[in-house]
Every structure is written in C-alpha cells, then in structure tokens.
C-alpha cells in the first residue's frame, strides 16, 4: 500500500457550460508505534477543498494501542491558521484508527503536529499552492545601500542596507539577512543600519510559499569615521557578578560584563581574551565564565578616530558548587519497656525516634501513632493504651528532602504498675473540635493522661443540651486550674460547645460524619486492593464500574470500640443481578501486616464483613449477615426495589453485633469462643472465634458488576 499525497490534476472534467471544473485532493498522514514521527505524511498541496485522512491502526502498525492526533496549528502567525483540525485516532476506537474530515487550505505553508504530551516531536510543515501549478521558481532578490560617501566611495558614519524580495508565485514567505562572512542569519524586518568602522559584507536570501529559497546575493561596502580631531581613547570597565562563597569564590559560575564610552568620536568596537594568550573576541554580551580555576579576562575597546584603550584584566576565582542535597535524613526509631512472655509491653512503651542527615542537616522529625495525623517530634512518645499499635516516622531535612516512612509496630498489655488511662473516647487529632466546630485550640494531653477532646465527650449520647455545657464548663475549669488551657482557650472551647447543639432535641446526638458528601470528607478515607469508589455531585460514592478487583474504602482517622454505625446504601448493579458488596469493622490497621499482600484481607481476616446482597440466588450470606460466622435469610426489613436508598445501623458493644435495617432489627449475633471462620485462604488469626475488642470500619467494593453506593456515614461512641 502506497500512502502520502494523491490529488488527481489542478482541473478534471468540464461541466456543462464547458468551464474547467476543479478537482478534489485527498491528503494522507499514517502514524503506528513511534511517538517522535509520523510514519507518512505529504509535504506540498494545491489550494482548495481537500480531505483529510489521518490513519492510526493495526494497518499502519500500531501494536501498542498507543494514540496519536494529527492537529493543526493556529496560534503560531508565521503559519496560516484558518484550518480548525484536531483528529484523533486509535486502534481501538469505533473507527477502527481511521478518521477525515474535510477542509478548505489556502495558499501558504500549514503547520502540524501531535497534542499528546511526548509526542511533541511528531510535527512538520505543508506547502500549499494556487491551484493550476506548482510554484518552482525563487524569488528576486536585490539590495541597496545608502548613506553619505567619501571621495574614495566610503560611508561617513554610517551605511543603511535595504533588502528587497518580489515573487509572481505563491508569494514571499520570508527574507533572511546575515553580518559578514559567517554570521548567523536573522529575519530581515527593517533597513539594517550599520555603525562600525570598517570593511563590511551583508549577505542576504529570500523564500516563498512554496519553499523556494533564492540563491545568496551580498553587498560589500566600508564605513569610515566623520572627520574628527579626537585624539582620547574610550574609557573602559568590568565587574564580575555571581554567587559567591565566604571566601569571595564564584560558585559554578562567574559573568564578566565590559563597558565602554567615548564622547569624542564614539565607541567603535569592544573585544574581550579569556587568560593571558587568549585570541581576542569581539564583546557583544556579558561573558559567562564556567571553568573551574583562577581567571583572567582582559578587554579593550577603539574609537571611530581609531584610538584604542590601553588593555585592562579581572581576575577572580571559579569553584565547583557544592553538591546538591538530595537525599532525605534516615530515621530509626527504638522501643522500650518491660516485656512479659509473649512479648508485649506491660503497662506502657516508650518509642524513641532518632534522624541523621549527611547533607544539609535534619531540619524536623515527626511521628504518626496508629494511623493519626503526623505530629513534631521532640520527646519520646509514651503509649499506655492496651492494644496494638504502629508509630510511623519520617524525617524532613533542610534541602527539604522527606524520608519515606518508617514504621514500628508493639502491642501494649495490661499488668501491674501504672494503669493505662481512663479515657472515654479515643480521640488524638490536633486540635479541639466539639461536634463539628474546630477551635483551633491545639488537642493537648492532661494530667490524666487523656486528652482535651476525650474529656469533653461530644460523641456521648447526652440527654440534654444544657447538661453537656454544664459538663463542658466543669471540664474546662479544671483544665484552666491545671494551666492546660488559658483563659482565651476556655472561651472558644465553651463558645464551640453551644455552637455545637450536642443534646438539643432534634439533633443527631452523639454522631459524627465520616462521610457527609463533600470532597474534603471523601478526601479522608484510603483505598487499598482492587476497584475503586468515586463522588458524586448528589452527596453519595458509588463503586467503579471500569477498575476491577476486590477491595476496600477506609476510615483511617481512628479507631472505635463500641459503637452505632448508621449509613445509608443503594444497589446499582446492572438489571440483570444485585450488588454483591459488605461494611468492615473493628480491624486492625491495614498496613500493620506486611506479611498480607493484599491489605484488603486484613480486613478480612482479622475483623467482620456486615453483608449487602439481596441477590435470592448465589451466596448464602444475604443483607445483615456476619460473613463466615453468622448468616440471615432474605427479607428481615423486605428486600427494596434496587436503586432505592436503605438505612443501615450496625451496633457494636462488647462481642454483641445488632444489625438494623430501615429501622427493623434483622440480626443479632454474640461472637463468643468456639466459633471461627475459616476463609478461602484458610488462615484466619482467631484461636476462640473472637474479634478485636476496637478497629477500624470499611466500605468493600466487590467487583466492576456489583455497583454499589454509599451516603450519610455517621458513627456514635458508645
């Protein structure tokens, strides 16, 4: 297959009247695997209506599925930009990576290229002609120099050079001119005046539309000085600029910048020599000196009389930069504390976090425990709460290099000596917020060892809204007593308490949002495993219908013991099936078990799966069940029509599980010892059948079919 520019000739047949018509053109680019090319493309048109084939297919050798798009340029005024085309194509797509259109080029050169970011070498430039030719012949090019001359054919001063192009074809598209013998060429925009005394050559050329370029032509001419009866050189200086160390050494880099004036004749000509025996240059701009070493640049200047200044020199020193810092501080973290039989801490840990930086020095050290926001490290960090537990720890360093955390992982028993403390809630975030009103007052810890949030209990289910404050206000004066709080602090926290309206009738007493349909709730809660859950502009998440897998959505923040869950949930699944999908709770902290290359499966195996499934077919486990332990028929509450919206509240307290669905209790199972589930992969933790007295809570997504959403996610310490 042959692919590139066919046209049939500039007129094909003649229409009734006789008139010569003109024909249609069909342009054809093809792109496959490269990403810096086109595979074939044309490189010259005639103007008028054309079709635009651009193809990307497994014809042309797209093996990867890679896609590309043929665009043309309109932002760039050096090109024509009356043609609006963006093609797009893959091998894949309805039309199997072969698309037109349709457009309408004039004379004049197109530019093209790839919109796709790494493809910005996929480009090239069309030539299009007036139809009934193609255009071969260069332009004409002539130029002319003017200015007042001597007796011997001189310029005074100085000589101005005018270039000129004219073409009968396709039209000038640029004329170019160039300095002496070797200079660079230049767009040519406006007569060239030229200044210096001297012999001089201007060479020039010109181009059209149709990319003929003429052949060089070039005018020679000298320029000397006015009469004059100066007789003083110029006067001439230099300074050396750059970043310097304490010992005045120019890091990396040193620029020498060269002046010169002149009030007779004027400044004819300024030349710089880099070392003793360097040749001279002529100075044009500041000259950037990169060598390592001591230097010397000398430099001179000449009038237009020819006087020339006496030759002057800098010296100074270039170093090498210090290498940059990239490299994040190691952290190491050491815990301590007596130890019974099976390892565990009694009573408390001390964990010690240390950070050494080689480069610019470490800058902070913080520090995460169970899954809380990062906190500064100053002092070793005591934990006295029974259970397990993980401290992440990083370090920032002063290049502003942060290590990648670390973690170490204890468990902390119960036994003689100081008992852990008496908290309420667990509640470690930074600052004080009752209900939903953030203070902005820091979370410190108090003499009891149990912080300003947990002693405020705004999760408990009080009965009135005038016995939390008075609770509140006793709090807090004890606080101000001890000096953990000022007096200011006292205020904002007694002002967010009534603000708060914890205990008002008609309030959701004691419950928190974990997810209230905003981005910043949503932006709370962590994937792991497989598919995925997104937001909706109506408040709700709904389950991926692209990312496959198994996995789970969860609320990282914290903790909880005994607790009511309340959510609501709607089957989207496809017509033709239910959505197969559950709520985790009280499981240990996911990545506390690198062992599990699936994280999702600690969830899993160490905590339990509330089912949804009203699928009357398939699993045993329908709506309410503890998957493995303890299964329920359908219609405890009656099955919902699928899209409808269903009230979930999951009720935890001890080894006590209550599920309710739309408000009718469907399920309650006590997980006593002797009752263990045994999972696919047949390993789970349990030796008595028992959970996690606290945990974690979850959202699973099952898979691309079972489509499910989730709204309204509250939870209440009981």
Not at 54 to 69: C, I, L, V
Not at 634 to 643: N, Q, R
């Amino acid at each position: 297959m042959v692919l590139g520019l066919t046209s049939t000739s500039a007129y094909g047949r003649d229409d009734e009247a006789g008139a010569p018509q003109a024909a249609a053109q069909t342009l054809n680019w093809t792109a496959g695997d490269p990403i810096d090319h086109y595979l074939s493309f044309p490189t010259t048109a005639v103007a008028g209506e054309t079709t635009i084939v651009f193809e990307n297919s497994r014809a042309t050798g797209n093996t990867t599925g890679m896609p590309h798009t043929l665009t043309f340029d309109v932002s760039d005024p050096e090109y024509n930009n009356d043609v609006q085309l963006n093609l797009l194509a893959n091998p894949s797509d309805d039309q199997a990576g072969k698309h037109s259109a349709t457009v309408t080029l004039k004379p004049g050169r197109y530019r093209y290229y790839c919109t796709i970011p790494g493809h910005g070498s996929m480009e090239g430039i069309l030539t299009v002609t007036e139809g009934g030719g193609e255009d071969t012949a260069a332009p004409e090019t002539s130029a002319k120099v003017e200015g007042e001359k001597n007796a011997d054919g001189a310029y005074i001063g100085h000589a101005s050079v005018t270039v000129s192009a004219t073409d009968a074809g396709s039209g000038v598209d640029k004329v170019e001119y160039a300095i002496g013998a070797a200079g660079a060429w230049q767009p040519y925009t406006a007569t060239v005046m030229v200044h210096e005394v001297g012999t001089h050559k201007i060479r020039y050329r010109a181009s059209d539309k149709a990319g003929n370029v003429a052949a060089e032509k070039a005018v020679d001419f000298t320029v000397v000085a006015p009469p004059t009866d100066d007789k003083t050189p110029p006067e001439t200086s230099a300074t050396v600029s750059g970043e310097k160390n304490p010992q005045g050494e120019y890091l990396g880099m040193a620029t020498v910048t060269v002046t010169a004036s002149d009030t007779g004749s004027g400044v004819n000509t300024i030349e710089y020599a880099i070392g003793a025996a360097g040749a001279w240059q002529p100075y044009t701009a500041p000259v950037m000196v990169h060598q390592v070493g001591v230097q010397k640049v000398r430099y001179r200047a000449t009038d237009k009389a020819g006087n020339a200044a006496a030759e002057k020199a800098v010296d100074f020193t270039v170093v090498a930069p210090p290498t940059e810092d990239k490299t994040p501080p190691e952290t190491t973290a050491t815990v301590t504390g007596t130890k019974n039989s099976n390892g565990a801490y009694i009573t408390s840990a001390k964990v010690a976090l240390a950070a050494t930086d080689a480069g610019s020095g470490v800058d902070k050290v913080e520090y995460s425990l169970d899954g809380g926001p990062y906190l500064a490290y100053t002092v070793p960090v005591i934990v006295d709460r029974v259970g397990r537990h993980t401290v992440a720890h990083r370090a920032t360093d002063k290049a502003g290099n942060t290590s990648t955390a670390k973690q170490v992982a204890f468990t902390v028993a119960e036994g003689g000596g100081v008992p852990a403390p008496n908290c309420a809630e667990h509640d470690e975030r930074l600052t004080v917020v009752v209900g939903t009103v953030d203070t902005g007052v820091p979370n410190r810890i108090t003499r009891s060892r149990c912080t300003v949030n947990e002693l405020i209990e705004d999760e408990k289910e009080w009965t009135s809204h005038a016995l939390f404050l008075k609770h509140v206000d006793t709090v807090l004066d004890k606080l101000l007593a001890d000096g953990v709080v000022d007096a200011r602090e006292h205020k904002k926290i007694y002002k967010a308490a009534k603000q708060s309206g914890i205990g008002k009738p008609g309030q959701t007493e004691g419950y928190r949002d974990l997810f209230d349909g905003s981005q910043s709730s949503f932006d709370k809660w962590q994937h792991v495993g497989g598919g995925s859950f997104g937001l909706n502009p109506d408040g709700s998440m709904t389950s991926s219908t692209t990312v496959a897998g198994m996995g789970m959505l969860w609320f990282p923040e914290r903790k909880y013991e005994d607790f009511s869950l309340k959510l609501r949930w709607r089957d989207d699944a496809p017509a033709t099936g239910n959505a197969n999908g559950g709520v985790f709770v009280r499981f240990p902290q996911v990545h506390d078990h690198p062992e599990e290359s699936r994280p999702e499966w600690v969830a899993i195996k160490y905590g339990h799966e509330v089912q949804i499934l009203d699928r009357p077919d398939g699993d045993m486990y329908k709506t309410g069940s503890l998957y493995g332990f303890d299964r329920v028929g359908l219609g405890g509450a009656g099955v919902t029509p699928k899209g409808t919206w269903n009230d979930y509240e999951i009720r935890v307290e001890g080894q006590h599980y209550s599920i309710f669905r739309n408000g009718v209790l469907i399920n309650e199972f006590e997980n006593a010892g002797g009752q263990s589930f045994t999972p696919p992969r047949g390993d789970d933790p349990g030796t008595d059948g028992r959970r996690y007295a606290s945990g974690y809570v979850g959202l699973q997504v099952h898979g691309t079919t079972d489509v499910i959403s989730y709204r309204d996610i509250r939870i209440k310490q009981l």
